[in-house]
């Protein structure tokens, strides 16, 4: 292990300039990252015009680019633990621009449709790059915050529902286009700008080992079903959240990606509000307490209101619960997980919290499919967020965090 010490490095008492390039280096690069891995969803109704798909073969089409994304950030974690973001994150933004053009000749067959999207999950491991990155070079007193600042990234959801149906009406290729040459763009940025600290530490055992450490710490797994509730329910309703209130409330697809952006939007500002809390208060409460009123807010949906006022509301009320949430599960990672692990930790932590977002659209238009009613798929959104609600008070609240 690296034991080099660094005291002039930013980390150690408080942020420099340094610090700061990267945050912003990897906030960009993860919104970038997540525009690219959630190019399908905006389209999907479009997809399902095109090709005959049913709810559920639409559902699968915008789910397989999650299970793939969420499952990669575990080698990618423990990869950034042992060679760097500086290496994995140009890297990582450069290969992805290969499904994004291919996109463009698969779009008339589902069997390629789904064979790039199955590619294009690589887009959404970066989360698991730009987490033991920030964490390094952040204070523990600051790290909620930061974090949380990263964390806005995904508002590349955001900018993907409401800029790529838009692109897609003047050129349907443009989207693709325009994606590709940012990630490339990014890429090389990326190389001059994203540094490592310098007394990063190292680790010499083999990926197998780390993931298996990291597997056995009970807290990863307590953070995992927490986080899948959180980030899984806003990735769910990014990529899902269009095609219901196209069907539900008979949107037009650009209408639909403007109200799904606007949801987003509000989970990645409330998304740093939750890191600031947790820096302030246990991240346990706040967890609780965003989980709650997602849970209460939820069956207000549930209950098929009319969008405007009640659904609007009810809908960007949860988004701020997810958004809270999920900056609050990472803050508490950062404090209880020691450094050399944080990219192991937050490998497994974001795959289960991303595949918390690949069962909902899937469960969700097989509900539809059955029951022509989305009530069912509401409480159950329900009866998750009470569970987890519960569970942060009562059990995490006693994990003592870790400032040193």
Not at 119 to 133: H, K
Not at 226 to 241: M, T
Not at 315 to 343: I, K, Y
Request: hydrophobic share 50%.
């Amino acid at each position: 292990m690296n034991t080099r010490s660094a005291p002039a490095v930013a980390g150690v008492s408080a942020p420099g300039a340094a610090a700061y390039r990267n945050i912003v280096m990897a906030t960009i690069g993860f919104t970038l990252t997540f525009w690219a891995w959630d190019l399908i969803a905006p389209l999907g109704t479009a997809y399902k015009d095109r090709l005959g798909l049913s709810s559920f073969e639409q559902s699968l089409l915008v789910a397989v680019p999650v299970l793939v994304g969420s499952l990669g950030r575990i080698p990618v974690g423990a990869l950034t633990d042992r060679y760097g973001a500086r290496l994995m994150f140009p890297l990582v933004s450069a290969l992805t621009i290969v499904p994004v053009l291919l996109l463009i000749p698969a779009k008339h067959s589902f069997a390629a449709m789904l064979a790039v999207g199955f590619l294009l999950g690589l887009g959404g491991t970066t989360f698991a790059i730009g987490i033991p990155l920030v964490n390094s070079w952040f204070p523990p007193a600051k790290r909620g915050l930061a974090l949380g600042i990263f964390g806005m990234g995904m508002g590349g959801v955001a900018l993907s529902g409401y800029f790529t149906p838009r692109m897609a009406k003047h050129s349907e290729n443009l989207p693709f286009l325009v994606v590709a040459l940012a990630l490339a763009v990014f890429a090389v940025l990326a190389v001059l700008l994203i540094t490592d600290r310098p007394d990063r530490p190292v680790p010499t055992t083999s990926l197998g080992n780390r993931l298996g450490q990291a597997g056995r710490l009970r807290v990863t797994w307590e953070l995992s079903a927490l986080y899948a509730i959180g980030f899984g329910g806003i990735v769910a309703f990014g990529v899902y959240l269009p095609t219901y209130l196209k069907t539900w409330y008979e949107m037009s697809p650009t209408e639909a990606g403007t109200k799904a952006a606007g949801f987003a939007l509000v989970t990645v500002v409330f998304r740093p509000i939750g890191g600031w809390l947790s820096d302030r208060v246990h991240p346990a409460l706040v967890t609780a307490t965003a989980l709650g009123f997602l849970a209460l807010m939820a069956i207000v949906q549930a209950f098929d209101p009319t969008l405007d006022p009640v659904g609007t509301i009810a809908l960007l009320c949860m988004a701020a619960g997810l958004g809270t949430a999920s900056g609050s599960v990472f803050a508490l990672v950062s404090q209880v997980t020691p450094q050399p692990q944080v990219g192991s930790v937050t490998g497994i932590v974001g795959a289960v919290g991303g595949l918390g977002g690949f069962v909902p659209p899937l469960v969700m238009g097989a509900i539809y499919s059955t029951k022509d009613s989305y009530s069912i798929g509401f409480m159950l959104l329900s009866d998750l967020a009470l569970a987890g609600c519960v569970y942060a008070y009562g059990r995490m609240r006693t994990i003592t965090p870790t400032r040193a």
